[in-house]
T-cell receptor
Framework: GESVGLHLPTLSVQEGDNSIINCAYS??????FIWYKQESGKGPQFIID?????DKRQGQRVTVLLNKTVKHLSLQIAATQPGDSAVYFC????????????FGGGTRVLVKP | ETGVTQSPTHLIKTRGQQVTLRCSSQ?????VSWYQQALGQGPQFIFQ???????GRGNFPPRFSGLQFPNYSSELNVNALELDDSALYLC????????????FGPGTRLLVL
C-alpha cells in the first residue's frame, strides 16, 4: 500500500543545535515531496519541497534529502531556534493520482533554551 | 501568511446537523483542496476542485460535498454530522492543477456534540 510515515514522534533539541527529522515512504511512484511546519492552532506552513529527480535541496537554514534507494526523506534544520518548535509533516504528491497530498503522522520538535 | 482564508474559525454543531465551511484561495490560484485533520494526526485529503469541477476525491462518504465558485473560492458541506467529524478542516490552494505546491489556510475547528 501507500504510506508516508515518520520514524520519531517527538524530537527534543537544544537551541542552536541542528535538527534532523526523518520520514519513510513506501510508494516508489511518488514524484514530489513536501515538508510542512504546523504551529499550534495554525494551518500547515510550506517549508521546502523536492522532486523525485533530485537528491538534495537547500533553503534558508533547511535542507531536504531524498534517498530513493531506501525510500527515505529527511529535513535538516540548522541552528534550531525556539521559533522552530512545532509539528513537522512530510507529504508526498503523485501527479498521476490527481495532485493530492498524502501526509505522514507528524513529528513534534521541542526546542530547549 | 499564505493569503488563504477560511471561515468560520471555530464551530460547534450537534450530531445530525449540517455545516458549511468556506475558503478563499490565494490570489491567482485556481485549484483548491480540502483536508480533514483529526487531533494528533496528519491531514487527510477530502477532495480537490479545479475551475469549479471536482478533480479527485479521497476516502470520504458522499455526505461530504463541495463547491467552487467562479472566483475560485470554495465551500465544504457536511451533512448528517457525526461525532467523528470533529476535526480541523483545512483548505489549501495551488496556482494551478499542475502546480503541486499547496498553501494552507488556518483551518476551521469543528466540534460535533
Amino acid at each position: 500500500g501507500e504510506s508516508v510515515g515518520l520514524h520519531l514522534p517527538t524530537l527534543s533539541v537544544q537551541e542552536g543545535d541542528n535538527s534532523i527529522i526523518n520520514c519513510a515512504y513506501s510508494n516508489s511512484a511518488s514524484d514530489y515531496f513536501i515538508w510542512y511546519k504546523q504551529e499550534s492552532g495554525k494551518g500547515p506552513q510550506f517549508i521546502i519541497d523536492i522532486r523525485s529527480n533530485m537528491d538534495k535541496r537547500q533553503g534558508q537554514r533547511v535542507t531536504v534529502l531524498l534517498n530513493k534507494t531506501v525510500k527515505h526523506l529527511s529535513l535538516q534544520i540548522a541552528a534550531t531556534q525556539p521559533g522552530d518548535s512545532a509539528v513537522y509533516f512530510c507529504a508526498e504528491n503523485k501527479k498521476a493520482a490527481g495532485n493530492k497530498l498524502t501526509f505522514g503522522g507528524g513529528t513534534r520538535v521541542l526546542v530547549k533554551p | 501568511e499564505t493569503g488563504v482564508t477560511q471561515s468560520p474559525t471555530h464551530l460547534i454543531k450537534t450530531r445530525g446537523q449540517q455545516v458549511t465551511l468556506r475558503c478563499s484561495s490565494q490570489s491567482g490560484h485556481n485549484t483548491v483542496s480540502w483536508y480533514q485533520q483529526a487531533l494528533g494526526q496528519g491531514p487527510q485529503f477530502i477532495f480537490q476542485y479545479y475551475r469549479e469541477e471536482e478533480n479527485g476525491r479521497g476516502n470520504f462518504p458522499p455526505r461530504f460535498s463541495g463547491l467552487q465558485f467562479p472566483n475560485y473560492s470554495s465551500e465544504l458541506n457536511v451533512n448528517a454530522l457525526e461525532l467523528d467529524d470533529s476535526a480541523l478542516y483545512l483548505c489549501a490552494s495551488s496556482l494551478s492543477l499542475h502546480q503541486e505546491t499547496q498553501y494552507f489556510g488556518p483551518g476551521t475547528r469543528l466540534l460535533v456534540l
